[in-house]
């Protein structure tokens, strides 16, 4: 049975966490505090991190804060949070990341919740589109309509059925924790990336020390994932019909 691998794109693939992330994150309370300030809610810059950070924890994605609760255009948001003077100054990554994929068996799909336009760009300066079958961005990610980023099982069920693929073909191969155990409970196989994950979860705390739950294998860098292919079959074998 081959495997599908189902790839996010920020801090898996590349370096998001060094420059990029940190951008968005000014863009964002940027468009926060104007929406704030316009409904003459409290703006002051510790009121907009607040609700930037509560937002993607409660939703996952902080742009379903703003469209839920300040009926905030979400093409709207999305182009404002990604708007960078010079994006390829600001990525980095790993060298030989074309060879491994190449070498991995399997088909792969980019599945993230960053727009289709900022991921074709990193991609593209990457190398690694021709790599991938298909490009699934947040504004793919709809059920009835409704967005439904990651973690949602609903958006994964959807994916995977019109994939035509069993989740217990599918690996899901992520930096973020929520994601990979909305994953698993579908039956997906997980793969925690660690290397760009905050310094604070790699030295701590305890969860990060071992493999978390809701994780099958735990890697430092997606070079790695070859050496786990054996783990991660006999893994997907154990839930075979």
């Not at 902080?62 to 100054?89: C, Y």
């Not at 990554?93 to 336009?117: S, V, W």
């Amino acid at each position: 049975m081959g495997i599908t691998w189902l790839f996010d794109l920020d801090n898996t693939l590349h370096d998001a966490s060094h420059a990029i992330f940190p951008a968005i994150n000014v863009n964002m309370n940027r468009v926060i505090a104007q929406v704030l300030s316009d409904a003459g809610a409290p703006a002051a810059a510790a009121d907009v991190d607040a609700a930037r950070i509560a937002y993607w924890q409660r939703y996952g994605a902080t742009l379903l804060g703003m469209v839920k609760h300040h009926q905030m255009r979400a093409d709207t948001f999305l182009h404002e949070a990604h708007l960078f003077e010079d994006l390829p100054s600001m990525i980095r990554a790993e060298r030989g990341l074309a060879g491994l994929l190449r070498r991995l068996p399997g088909r792969k799909i980019l599945l993230t919740n960053a727009p289709q336009r900022y991921a074709q760009d990193v991609m593209r300066h990457l190398g690694l589109q021709r790599h991938f079958a298909r490009h699934v961005s947040i504004e793919s990610m709809r059920v009835h309509g409704q967005l439904r980023p990651k973690p949602s099982r609903s958006m994964l069920r959807k994916l995977l059925a019109r994939e035509g693929v069993h989740a217990r073909q599918c690996v899901l191969v992520e930096d973020t924790l929520m994601n990979l155990k909305s994953a698993r409970v579908l039956g997906l196989r997980t793969v925690l990336i660690t290397q760009y994950l905050p310094l604070a979860h790699r030295s701590g705390p305890s969860t990060f020390v071992k493999r978390p739950a809701g994780v099958d294998v735990k890697v430092r860098s997606v070079k790695h994932l070859a050496g786990h292919l054996h783990r991660l079959r006999s893994r997907l074998a154990d839930h075979d019909d």
